[in-house]
């Protein structure tokens, strides 16, 4: 539990460190959120977003050089129609007669030549690097008044060394950056998420094993079985409540200021501790408020709302923290509470009954059976 509240501590440094770069962003002009996609993945080779987005129909689409293949026997399909696919789809060609030779050969092998056939028909899509599939970091460059005017300048920015497009690669710097904050966030948060599910082995095995131990410190007639006990953990709604109820009922029964001689004592002069209502309201706030439920209830469309949120992520990861701390208090609490019971009961010294000779057993039965038989005849002889 100690190592679930340090990655949750590091998590809530990161929300905070976060929060901190995109202030300054904010404050250098920059409102618009950028892109959080893998910005290599928004460039694709021609043929193969015609063929995710127009499906098998458009297989036969940017061969390049109207080669023939075993898919495609008669090369590559009418330019015309690859043309008004890329219009209809909102895709963005990139032509590749605006590049240099040693420019075109730093393009990677996805996003090669391609060239369509010859037709008489005006402006038709021949010659294609690339297709931008997603392009919202032309978006962001425009509403961010950033100087990278379309898509041709960013296929040269990412293909050449040179800096000709500032604005192209400070839009991909704000990218870049904003999808290595979200991924460390999203990171440590899944590493949280693993630790808990450790921890919740030890933790509801102690919940189990304090529940079994009230009867032999003399507190029968529990609510709450020990099985019970850890099943309303998971079980939807109950798991609000239940829980801390079954607090309640441990930390009474192990109260070592109750009389033993009542088995049932407990249930009217148990304390409970002010720890454990405090824990029950950071469980059920928790359950509430928490960096699940936060994103889904925080609609951010722009980056003061994003700091917003994730400020409020900030609060979620401390209310963890100190959840986790009560916790641990609480159960320490519990585990002394039953100790200093049981040192006033005592061990509990059990006499098992003299082994039985199931023979004799038998013998012995019979013996009475046969002697309530006599009884019956002399009583009818008479």
């Known amino acids: 539990m100690g190592l679930w509240c340090l990655a949750i501590v590091w998590l809530a440094f990161t929300d905070f460190s976060n929060s901190r770069t995109y202030q300054d962003w904010v404050d250098d002009g920059i409102t618009e959120i950028p892109p959080s996609s893998e910005l290599a993945q928004q460039i694709e080779s021609s043929r193969t977003y015609a063929q995710r987005?127009?499906?098998?129909e458009f297989k036969c689409a940017f061969l390049g050089f109207n080669d023939a293949t075993n898919?495609?026997?008669?090369?590559?399909?009418?330019?015309?129609?690859?043309?008004?696919?890329?219009?209809?789809?909102?895709?963005?060609?990139?032509?590749?007669?605006?590049?240099?030779p040693e420019i075109v050969e730093e393009v990677p092998d996805d996003a090669a030549l391609t060239t369509g056939l010859e037709t008489d028909e005006p402006e038709p899509v021949s010659i294609c690097t690339a297709v931008w599939s997603s392009y919202p970091l032309l978006q962001f460059a425009e509403k961010s008044g950033l100087d990278c005017p379309n898509v041709e300048a960013i296929v040269a920015s990412l293909s050449s060394q040179r800096s000709e497009y500032p604005g192209c690669d400070a839009a991909f710097s704000y990218a870049e950056s904003f999808q290595a904050s979200q991924d460390r966030s999203r990171l440590i948060w899944?590493?949280?998420?693993?630790?808990?599910?450790?921890?919740?082995?030890?933790?509801?095995?102690?919940?189990?094993?304090?529940?079994r131990n009230l009867l032999p410190l003399k507190s029968e007639e529990q609510k709450h079985r020990p099985e019970w006990a850890v099943l309303h953990h998971f079980i939807p709604i109950l798991n609000l409540f239940?829980?801390?109820?079954?607090?309640?009922?441990?930390?009474?029964?192990?109260d070592p200021n109750v009389t033993t001689t009542n088995?049932?004592?407990?249930?009217?002069?148990?304390?409970?501790?002010?720890?454990?209502?405090?824990?029950?309201?950071?469980w059920i706030a928790a359950w509430i408020?928490?960096?699940?439920?936060?994103?889904?209830?925080?609609?951010?469309?722009?980056?003061?709302?994003?700091?917003?949120?994730?400020?409020?992520?900030?609060?979620?990861?401390?209310?963890?923290?100190?959840l986790g701390g009560v916790?641990?208090?609480?159960?320490?609490?519990?585990?002394?509470?039953?100790e200093m019971r049981f040192e006033k009961i005592g061990l509990i010294t059990v006499t098992p009954?003299?082994?039985?000779?199931?023979?004799?057993?038998?013998?012995?039965?019979?013996?009475?059976?046969?002697?309530?038989?006599d009884e019956k005849d002399n009583r009818r002889g008479q």
Not at 244 to 254: D, H, I, N, T
Not at 299 to 307: C, E, M, Q, W
Not at 327 to 338: G, I
């Open 190 to 211: 899944l590493l949280a998420i693993f630790l808990i599910v450790v921890v919740a082995f030890p933790y509801l095995s102690m919940v189990h094993r304090a529940s």
């Open 242 to 254: 239940r829980p801390a109820q079954v607090f309640v009922e441990l930390y009474k029964g192990s």
């Open 353 to 373: 009954p003299p082994p039985v000779d199931p023979l004799a057993e038998a013998l012995k039965k019979q013996e009475e059976k046969q002697q309530e038989q």
């Open 53 to 56: 987005v127009g499906g098998e």
């Open 71 to 100: 898919e495609c026997p008669n090369g590559e399909m009418d330019p015309i129609l690859v043309s008004n696919f890329v219009d209809e789809s909102g895709a963005i060609c990139a032509n590749s007669e605006l590049y240099t």
């Open 289 to 322: 408020f928490n960096p699940i439920i936060v994103p889904r209830f925080v609609n951010a469309d722009t980056l003061p709302g994003l700091i917003e949120a994730n400020d409020l992520l900030i609060l979620s990861d401390v209310l963890l923290i100190i």
């Open 263 to 282: 088995p049932a004592e407990w249930k009217k002069t148990g304390k409970v501790r002010a720890i454990v209502f405090l824990w029950a309201l950071l």
């Open 327 to 338: 916790a641990f208090l609480m159960l320490r609490q519990l585990h002394v509470l039953q």
